[in-house]
């Protein structure tokens, strides 16, 4: 019974050195590779403090360009704010130390995918189909709460609902980083 009780004491301190470590190098875990559920539980705690930190910037940063940003199709002037969706998340993403490229197909291919909206986490690139069904032509940022953010034709950046109106049919995917 003694070795049991000092097996399971070892197997959570590992766990708690090494979301210590993970916590202390700045380094994202991004699945828990630890056969110990102590360990893996530690680093899944410590991958999501990090992350969660990261993607309340990012949404953070995004909200900030509310009233600021005016749209052009394939523009990213950064300097007058004139962009279209994909260079508006592609400066939110960069003022964050994150680089993803121009274009709203080629962030489509950047990190992994989420299929569902269900799925979705704060700071995930949303992708959509506004013309072609089944086609990505506009993206945006999942701010959480059934919401995302993007720079829109009609009203620049704003916050719109991912499950009604409008976008509500056009979501193809989304893409976590």
Not at 48 to 70: E, L, P
Not at 85 to 106: E, M, Y
Not at 147 to 164: E, L, M
Request: some cysteine; glycine content about 10%; aromatic content about 8%.
């Amino acid at each position: 019974m003694q070795l049991v009780k000092k097996n399971r004491l070892s197997k959570s301190l590992v766990g708690i050195s090494l979301a210590f470590s993970l916590l202390t190098s700045g380094t994202m875990l991004l699945e828990p590779q630890s056969a110990h559920a102590a360990a893996d539980t530690a680093a899944s705690t410590a991958y999501s403090a990090v992350s969660a930190s990261k993607s309340d910037q990012i949404v953070s940063t995004a909200k900030s360009y509310i009233g600021k940003v005016r749209y052009k199709f394939g523009v990213r002037d950064t300097k007058r704010l004139i962009l279209d969706c994909s260079s508006f998340t592609q400066l939110v993403f960069k003022k964050n130390g994150i680089d993803i490229p121009w274009g709203s197909k080629a962030q489509a291919k950047v990190g992994t995918a989420v299929k569902t909206k269900s799925s979705l986490r704060k700071g995930d690139l949303v992708l959509f189909s506004t013309s072609k069904p089944g086609t990505v032509n506009h993206v945006g940022i999942y701010i959480g709460n059934g919401k995302f953010i993007s720079n829109t034709t009609s009203s620049g950046v704003v916050i719109s609902d991912i499950n009604t109106g409008y976008w509500g049919s056009r979501f193809i995917s989304g893409r976590r980083l």
